[in-house]
């Protein structure tokens, strides 16, 4: 027998198993519908990727108030859970597993984004430095309202329907967005979260919120059908901590308690491969867990740290935008297409279903 790991070996994912342990990572691509709806575009593009071990969706908001961007999809309508519905069983009918990330972006907003023109909401009221996208082209950020104590108990609710939504919807799982400077990591890290209750100062005090989401997730499914992403190091969207290797120390060893499908991390910082200031074998350890490793991993990194246990599964994303058949080319050696970043956010199916197969594939 040849006990040998890669790549392409099963996985059990808490309770989900995976055909090989290749992920095609989240990426926003605002192509949902009106209403924030998944429609048959997004079912084409995912199912087009189904050959995975595991598809994480894009970030689809828990709530209306949890949007940061044009188009993208919600997972808190009645309609939003029938379109994810379909989008689902068809990854299912091409043999492909889904988790849907849960996303509320706090301060990353912008009045004319969110219902009846409300400020965005934070941890605490800092304006991030720079401009967002709106529908009305690119706006200044403004400062958004520091959360009420009821305020944070009513998102936590969120959370736990869009589970419950997620789970009616027929995901294989959900992922709890906590990276890339968003309302959790807003919450965990200190340039984000000056607040002086119990919520903020401490380390224990900041990884709270994070912690109360994820009880709220797990016990509305399960432990096994929920993971978690962080991105420690990472900048994007004006974040930062003072002292990330014990915040998230502390972050990956609370969640180690919950029994979680896998923890999942942004490796330095977003589409900077190889320049890690932090220890991330810290991280996995004090977890304990599946780790999943994602940023910049080409098929002999990720190949090689599967084979060294530094990593259970890869994500990939840049990747698996361009080659819906990622895994048949990984599996052969075979070159890659070459990604189309004016097509990346918004439009149609150009840039996006229309990106060639090795060989002919239909969904
Ligand atoms: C993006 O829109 O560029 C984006 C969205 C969510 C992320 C990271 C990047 O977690």
């Not at 006990?3 to 070996?9: A, D, K, N, P, V």
């Not at 958004?144 to 009513?154: D, F, G, R, T, V």
């Not at 499914?221 to 978690?228: D, E, K, L």
């Not at 896998?262 to 490796?267: P, S």
């Given at each position: ?13 808490g309770?989900?198993?995976l055909?090989?342990?290749i992920?095609?990572?989240p990426?926003t691509?605002n ?48 309609a939003?859970?029938?379109g994810?519905r ?14 849907i ?7 990353i ?17 800092i ?14 950020f403004v ?29 294989d799982?959900?992922?709890?967005h906590?990276?890339?400077g968003?309302?959790i ?20 005090n900041?990884?709270r ?7 709220a997730?797990v016990?509305a ?10 991105s ?22 609370k ?61 990939f ?11 048949e ?19 149609d199916e150009h ?13």
């Open positions: 027998m040849n006990s040998q790991i890669s790549l392409f070996s099963s996985i059990q994912l309770n989900v198993p055909k090989n342990r992920v095609m990572a990426m691509r192509r949902a519908e009106k209403g924030n709806v998944a429609g048959e575009l997004i079912r084409k593009y995912y199912t087009q990727r189904a050959g995975a071990g595991l598809i994480i969706t894009e970030g689809s908001q828990i709530s209306s108030q949890g949007v940061g961007y044009p188009n993208t999809p919600g997972i808190y309508s009645e939003q859970i029938a994810w379909k989008v689902v069983d068809s990854i299912h009918a091409a043999g492909g597993r889904v988790f990330q849960l996303w509320h972006v706090g301060r907003s912008h009045p004319s984004l969110q219902p009846n023109g409300a400020l965005p909401v934070a941890p605490s009221a304006q991030p430095a720079g401009e967002t996208v709106t529908y009305q082209g690119m706006q200044p400062t958004p309202h520091a959360l009420e104590l009821n305020e944070i108990q009513s998102i936590i609710e969120q959370y736990r329907q869009a589970a419950r939504n997620a789970q009616a919807a027929g995901f799982g959900a992922e709890i906590a990276a890339n968003y309302l990591d807003q919450f965990l890290r200190d340039k984000t979260n000056h607040r002086d209750d119990h919520y903020g100062g401490s380390i224990e900041r990884t919120f994070l912690i109360e989401v994820v009880e997730v016990t499914w399960a432990p096994g059908n929920i993971g978690v992403r962080l420690p190091e990472n900048t994007f969207n004006d974040i930062a901590d003072s002292n990330p290797q014990a915040t998230f120390n502390t972050a990956c060893e969640l180690g308690k919950y029994g979680l499908a896998y923890l999942h991390i942004l490796e330095g910082v977003m589409l900077q491969h190889g320049k890690h200031r932090l220890d991330y074998r810290q991280f996995s350890d004090r977890f304990g867990g599946l780790y999943l490793a994602n940023n910049g991993y080409t098929r002999q990194s990720a190949q090689a740290a599967i084979c060294e246990h530094r990593a259970d599964l890869v994500a994303g840049i990747p698996f935008i361009a080659n819906p058949d990622l895994v080319r990984f599996k052969r050696n075979a070159p890659l297409n070459e990604a189309d970043r004016a097509t990346f956010y918004g439009g840039g996006y279903t229309d990106y060639p197969f090795l060989d002919k594939q239909q969904v």
